[in-house]
């Protein structure tokens, strides 16, 4: 968890994903999907004991269907999602909504689940739910029509 206080409008060319991250006016759901935003960078942040990337950043999640393991509130450190598979993966994930721009939508974290079909052109999604911790939510339901709305963010 990153605190605020940390919050520095910028950081020098040397700390920057050496000790410092950029933290983003993005806000995750944990719970369906957050309000509509074009996340903008407000500030950077210090990251001890971390090794930091470029493209790694801070976004607060609200929400309790990632408890116990994320509380709602919680400033998280994400990286970029590498290649390959999501599969049990906790993912922050971007619904493209229109009107809003390639780099706004709306926001949830959840644990990445799919089921594929091997075809000839190489496979497609037959099902993708985005998963909560939180027995007491249900998992979000991605028709595979909608995946294409879907990026996985970090």
Request: aromatic share 8%; hydrophobic share 40%; proline share 9%.
């Amino acid at each position: 968890m990153v605190c605020l206080a940390m919050l520095a409008p910028a950081a020098t060319a040397a700390a920057r994903y050496t000790s410092h991250v950029p933290v983003y006016d993005l806000t995750a759901a944990a719970g369906f999907w957050g309000p509509e935003s074009v996340p903008e960078e407000i500030g950077w942040t210090e990251v001890p004991g971390v090794s930091l990337k470029p493209g790694m950043f801070v976004a607060r999640m609200t929400g309790r269907s990632m408890e116990p393991l994320i509380p709602d509130g919680s400033w998280c450190l994400f990286r970029p999602c590498p290649a390959g598979s999501r599969e049990g993966r906790i993912v922050l994930v971007q619904l493209g909504t229109d009107g809003v721009g390639e780099n706004g939508g709306r926001f949830t974290v959840k644990k990445y689940h799919s089921e594929k079909t091997v075809t000839a052109d190489g496979w497609r999604h037959d099902r993708i739910q985005l998963l909560p911790v939180n027995p007491a939510f249900d998992p979000i339901e991605i028709e595979p029509e909608e995946a294409g709305d879907l990026m996985i963010v970090g």
